[in-house]
């Protein structure tokens, strides 16, 4: 997933307990996003609002 060692960036993985199955799903942004070089450090997803990603910076969120 590391762009810097020929990888796609930060990426959606899909988890099946039952069978405990990962899957990876593809990089969550373009290869020309600045976002797709990032770690995902601090990072969270939450279920509301939709479709947003927050990332925690020194204490304070911020939306990308």
Known sequence: MDR???GGGP???SYIKATDEVQN???L???DSIY???TGEGWYFSAMPHRQIGRLAAGH???L
């Open 4 to 6: 810097a060692r020929g």
């Open 61 to 63: 969120r911020k939306q």
């Open 29 to 31: 942004f373009s290869p």
């Open 36 to 38: 797709s070089y990032s």
């Open 11 to 13: 990426a959606l993985l």
């Open 25 to 27: 799903l593809g990089p």
